[in-house]
Protein backbone atom coordinates (compact mmCIF):
# COMPACT_ATOMS: atom_id res chain seq x y z
CA UNK A 1 0.00 0.00 0.00
CA UNK A 2 1.24 3.54 -0.85
CA UNK A 3 0.46 5.30 2.53
CA UNK A 4 0.29 9.00 0.42
CA UNK A 5 3.14 10.45 2.53
CA UNK A 6 6.11 10.91 -0.02
CA UNK A 7 7.70 14.11 0.30
CA UNK A 8 5.99 14.72 3.80
CA UNK A 9 8.65 16.17 6.80
CA UNK A 10 8.52 14.11 9.89
CA UNK A 11 10.18 14.84 13.49
CA UNK A 12 10.93 11.63 15.29
CA UNK A 13 11.79 11.34 18.40
CA UNK A 14 14.51 8.87 20.67
CA UNK A 15 15.28 7.52 17.19
CA UNK A 16 18.84 6.41 17.44
CA UNK A 17 17.75 2.94 18.32
CA UNK A 18 14.66 1.05 19.45
CA UNK A 19 10.95 2.13 18.53
CA UNK A 20 11.56 5.31 17.70
CA UNK A 21 14.47 3.77 15.11
CA UNK A 22 11.86 1.46 13.72
CA UNK A 23 9.57 4.29 13.01
CA UNK A 24 11.78 6.27 11.48
CA UNK A 25 12.59 3.83 9.22
CA UNK A 26 9.40 2.96 8.36
CA UNK A 27 8.33 6.53 7.34
CA UNK A 28 11.86 7.25 5.36
CA UNK A 29 10.78 3.90 3.24
CA UNK A 30 7.32 5.53 2.04
CA UNK A 31 9.59 8.62 1.24
CA UNK A 32 9.07 10.94 4.07
CA UNK A 33 12.05 13.34 4.67
CA UNK A 34 13.08 13.00 8.57
CA UNK A 35 14.46 15.30 11.62
CA UNK A 36 15.45 12.32 14.04
CA UNK A 37 16.29 13.62 17.59
CA UNK A 38 18.47 11.68 20.51
CA UNK A 39 20.62 12.46 23.44
CA UNK A 40 24.18 10.45 21.76
CA UNK A 41 25.31 11.80 19.04
CA UNK A 42 27.27 9.46 17.69
CA UNK A 43 24.78 6.45 17.58
CA UNK A 44 22.06 9.26 16.11
CA UNK A 45 24.43 9.80 12.72
CA UNK A 46 24.90 6.20 12.39
CA UNK A 47 21.09 5.73 12.73
CA UNK A 48 20.60 8.44 10.08
CA UNK A 49 23.62 6.83 7.73
CA UNK A 50 22.06 3.65 8.10
CA UNK A 51 18.55 5.10 6.78
CA UNK A 52 19.78 7.32 4.25
CA UNK A 53 21.82 4.16 2.97
CA UNK A 54 18.55 2.03 3.04
CA UNK A 55 15.80 4.02 1.71
CA UNK A 56 17.46 7.42 -0.17
CA UNK A 57 15.55 9.31 2.23
CA UNK A 58 16.77 13.07 3.41
CA UNK A 59 17.40 12.71 7.19
CA UNK A 60 18.79 15.07 9.44
CA UNK A 61 20.34 14.48 12.69
CA UNK A 62 20.02 16.56 15.66
CA UNK A 63 21.46 15.76 18.50
CA UNK A 64 19.74 17.19 22.56
CA UNK A 65 17.48 15.54 25.10
CA UNK A 66 14.08 16.18 24.01
CA UNK A 67 12.66 16.23 27.21
CA UNK A 68 14.39 19.69 27.61
CA UNK A 69 13.66 23.11 26.45
CA UNK A 70 17.27 23.26 24.93
CA UNK A 71 16.40 19.76 23.71
CA UNK A 72 13.41 20.88 22.01
CA UNK A 73 14.13 24.41 20.43
CA UNK A 74 16.69 22.79 18.50
CA UNK A 75 14.47 20.00 17.34
CA UNK A 76 11.84 22.59 16.77
CA UNK A 77 14.55 24.62 14.86
CA UNK A 78 15.54 22.06 12.38
CA UNK A 79 12.27 20.98 11.75
CA UNK A 80 9.40 23.92 12.64
CA UNK A 81 6.84 22.79 10.48
CA UNK A 82 6.55 18.83 10.87
CA UNK A 83 3.47 17.26 8.44
CA UNK A 84 4.49 13.93 10.56
CA UNK A 85 5.42 14.08 14.92
CA UNK A 86 6.33 11.13 16.47
CA UNK A 87 6.96 11.48 19.88
CA UNK A 88 8.93 9.53 22.29
CA UNK A 89 11.28 9.71 25.00
CA UNK A 90 12.66 7.01 27.25
CA UNK A 91 10.64 5.74 30.16
CA UNK A 92 11.77 6.40 33.78
CA UNK A 93 13.77 4.08 35.72
CA UNK A 94 11.55 1.10 37.73
CA UNK A 95 11.34 0.95 41.61
CA UNK A 96 9.39 0.82 44.56
CA UNK A 97 6.72 4.24 45.08
CA UNK A 98 7.58 4.17 48.39
CA UNK A 99 11.16 5.34 47.99
CA UNK A 100 10.40 7.87 44.95
CA UNK A 101 10.33 11.29 45.52
CA UNK A 102 8.78 14.34 44.67
CA UNK A 103 11.16 15.02 42.02
CA UNK A 104 10.99 11.73 40.49
CA UNK A 105 7.66 12.09 39.75
CA UNK A 106 8.06 15.61 38.30
CA UNK A 107 11.16 14.26 35.84
CA UNK A 108 8.64 11.55 34.81
CA UNK A 109 5.67 13.79 33.86
CA UNK A 110 8.19 16.36 32.05
CA UNK A 111 9.76 13.72 30.30
CA UNK A 112 6.31 11.27 29.56
CA UNK A 113 3.34 13.48 29.62
CA UNK A 114 4.63 17.44 29.02
CA UNK A 115 7.41 17.23 26.60
CA UNK A 116 5.09 15.34 24.39
CA UNK A 117 2.51 17.97 24.76
CA UNK A 118 5.02 20.87 24.47
CA UNK A 119 5.95 19.88 21.09
CA UNK A 120 1.85 19.14 20.04
CA UNK A 121 1.79 22.75 20.78
CA UNK A 122 4.25 23.77 18.73
CA UNK A 123 3.22 21.78 15.62
CA UNK A 124 -0.70 21.38 15.88
CA UNK A 125 -1.69 24.54 14.74
CA UNK A 126 0.85 24.66 11.57
CA UNK A 127 -0.60 20.96 10.60
CA UNK A 128 -4.21 22.37 10.99
CA UNK A 129 -3.57 25.50 8.41
CA UNK A 130 -2.53 23.23 6.38
CA UNK A 131 -4.83 20.30 6.35
CA UNK A 132 -3.11 17.88 7.11
CA UNK A 133 -0.98 16.39 10.23
CA UNK A 134 -0.79 12.99 11.97
CA UNK A 135 0.63 12.93 15.33
CA UNK A 136 1.59 9.70 16.96
CA UNK A 137 2.55 9.60 20.48
CA UNK A 138 4.82 6.10 21.51
CA UNK A 139 3.44 5.32 24.77
CA UNK A 140 3.58 2.00 26.83
CA UNK A 141 1.10 -1.05 27.11
CA UNK A 142 1.10 -0.17 30.74
CA UNK A 143 -1.20 2.50 29.62
CA UNK A 144 -3.65 -0.43 29.83
CA UNK A 145 -2.13 -3.10 32.28
CA UNK A 146 0.26 -1.32 34.40
CA UNK A 147 3.26 -2.78 35.15
CA UNK A 148 4.12 -2.57 38.96
CA UNK A 149 7.45 -1.68 39.08
CA UNK A 150 6.88 0.98 36.47
CA UNK A 151 4.73 3.39 38.32
CA UNK A 152 5.98 6.13 37.22
CA UNK A 153 5.71 5.15 33.73
CA UNK A 154 2.49 4.10 34.32
CA UNK A 155 0.62 7.78 36.15
CA UNK A 156 2.90 9.76 33.29
CA UNK A 157 2.28 7.82 30.49
CA UNK A 158 -1.64 7.66 31.46
CA UNK A 159 -2.00 11.43 31.67
CA UNK A 160 -0.91 11.80 28.67
CA UNK A 161 -3.60 9.49 27.17
CA UNK A 162 -6.13 11.23 28.15
CA UNK A 163 -4.90 14.77 27.32
CA UNK A 164 -4.78 13.11 24.17
CA UNK A 165 -8.38 11.97 24.06
CA UNK A 166 -9.82 15.31 24.47
CA UNK A 167 -7.56 17.33 21.95
CA UNK A 168 -7.73 14.75 19.04
CA UNK A 169 -11.80 15.18 18.87
CA UNK A 170 -10.93 18.74 18.13
CA UNK A 171 -8.02 18.34 15.35
CA UNK A 172 -9.51 15.50 13.59
CA UNK A 173 -12.09 17.68 11.01
CA UNK A 174 -8.96 19.59 10.04
CA UNK A 175 -7.10 16.29 8.79
CA UNK A 176 -5.00 16.36 12.05
CA UNK A 177 -4.80 13.24 14.09
CA UNK A 178 -3.33 11.94 17.22
CA UNK A 179 -2.98 8.78 18.54
CA UNK A 180 -0.94 6.52 20.87
CA UNK A 181 0.90 3.41 20.36
CA UNK A 182 1.28 1.03 23.22
CA UNK A 183 4.36 -1.25 22.87
CA UNK A 184 4.03 -4.34 25.17
CA UNK A 185 6.88 -6.47 25.04
CA UNK A 186 9.56 -5.54 22.05
CA UNK A 187 12.79 -6.34 21.70
CA UNK A 188 14.91 -2.90 22.92
CA UNK A 189 17.16 -1.83 25.41
CA UNK A 190 14.29 -0.68 27.39
CA UNK A 191 12.77 -4.17 27.84
CA UNK A 192 15.79 -6.10 28.73
CA UNK A 193 16.98 -3.10 31.69
CA UNK A 194 13.70 -4.13 33.17
CA UNK A 195 14.49 -8.14 32.83
CA UNK A 196 18.04 -6.83 34.89
CA UNK A 197 16.26 -5.04 37.26
CA UNK A 198 13.27 -8.00 38.13
CA UNK A 199 16.25 -10.25 37.67
CA UNK A 200 18.16 -9.21 40.55
CA UNK A 201 15.12 -9.13 42.98
CA UNK A 202 14.28 -12.63 42.06
CA UNK A 203 17.54 -14.41 42.40
CA UNK A 204 17.34 -15.06 38.85
CA UNK A 205 18.91 -14.30 35.14
CA UNK A 206 18.07 -11.78 32.82
CA UNK A 207 18.35 -14.59 29.58
CA UNK A 208 15.99 -16.80 32.26
CA UNK A 209 13.20 -13.65 32.48
CA UNK A 210 13.57 -12.99 29.29
CA UNK A 211 12.91 -16.69 28.00
CA UNK A 212 9.88 -17.11 30.64
CA UNK A 213 8.73 -13.60 29.42
CA UNK A 214 8.91 -14.56 25.11
CA UNK A 215 7.45 -18.01 26.45
CA UNK A 216 4.22 -16.62 28.11
CA UNK A 217 3.42 -14.16 25.29
CA UNK A 218 0.62 -15.91 23.04
CA UNK A 219 3.19 -14.69 19.95
CA UNK A 220 5.94 -16.96 21.62
CA UNK A 221 8.12 -14.34 20.80
CA UNK A 222 8.76 -10.17 21.19
CA UNK A 223 8.06 -8.08 18.55
CA UNK A 224 10.16 -6.02 16.28
CA UNK A 225 10.71 -2.69 15.83
CA UNK A 226 10.11 -3.29 12.30
CA UNK A 227 6.68 -4.68 13.19
CA UNK A 228 5.96 -1.33 15.34
CA UNK A 229 7.25 0.93 12.63
CA UNK A 230 4.80 -0.18 10.26
CA UNK A 231 2.18 0.28 12.39
CA UNK A 232 3.19 3.68 13.29
CA UNK A 233 3.53 4.66 9.68
CA UNK A 234 0.19 3.54 8.83
CA UNK A 235 -1.40 5.76 11.27
CA UNK A 236 0.67 8.52 9.52
CA UNK A 237 -0.51 7.95 6.42
CA UNK A 238 -3.16 9.90 3.95
CA UNK A 239 -5.43 6.40 4.36
CA UNK A 240 -5.83 6.81 8.49
CA UNK A 241 -7.39 10.30 8.67
CA UNK A 242 -10.33 8.58 10.11
CA UNK A 243 -8.47 7.13 12.87
CA UNK A 244 -7.84 9.33 16.10
CA UNK A 245 -7.87 9.67 19.63
CA UNK A 246 -6.91 5.85 19.65
CA UNK A 247 -4.93 3.54 22.07
CA UNK A 248 -3.05 0.87 19.56
CA UNK A 249 -1.82 -1.85 21.55
CA UNK A 250 0.95 -3.76 19.75
CA UNK A 251 1.52 -6.38 22.50
CA UNK A 252 1.13 -10.14 20.71
CA UNK A 253 -2.06 -10.53 22.05
CA UNK A 254 -0.61 -10.24 26.38
CA UNK A 255 -3.58 -8.07 26.99
CA UNK A 256 -6.36 -10.15 28.24
CA UNK A 257 -8.84 -7.89 28.32
CA UNK A 258 -11.97 -7.79 25.30
CA UNK A 259 -11.79 -3.28 25.45
Not at 120 to 149: C, H, L, Q, W
Request: charge should be positive; proline fraction near 5%; include cysteine.
Amino acid sequence: MDLGIRGRTALVCAASKGLGKGCALSLAREGVNLVITARGREALEATAAAIRKATGAKVTAIAGDITTPEGRAAALAACPSPDILVNNAGGPPPGDFRSWTRADWIKAVDANMLTPIELIKATVDGMIARKFGRIVNITSGAVKMPIPELGLSNGARTGLSGFVAGLSRQTVQHNVTINNLLPGPFDTDRLRSNFAFNAKKLGKTPEELARARSDANPAKRFGTIEEFGDACAFLCGAQAGFITGQNLLLDGGAYPGTF
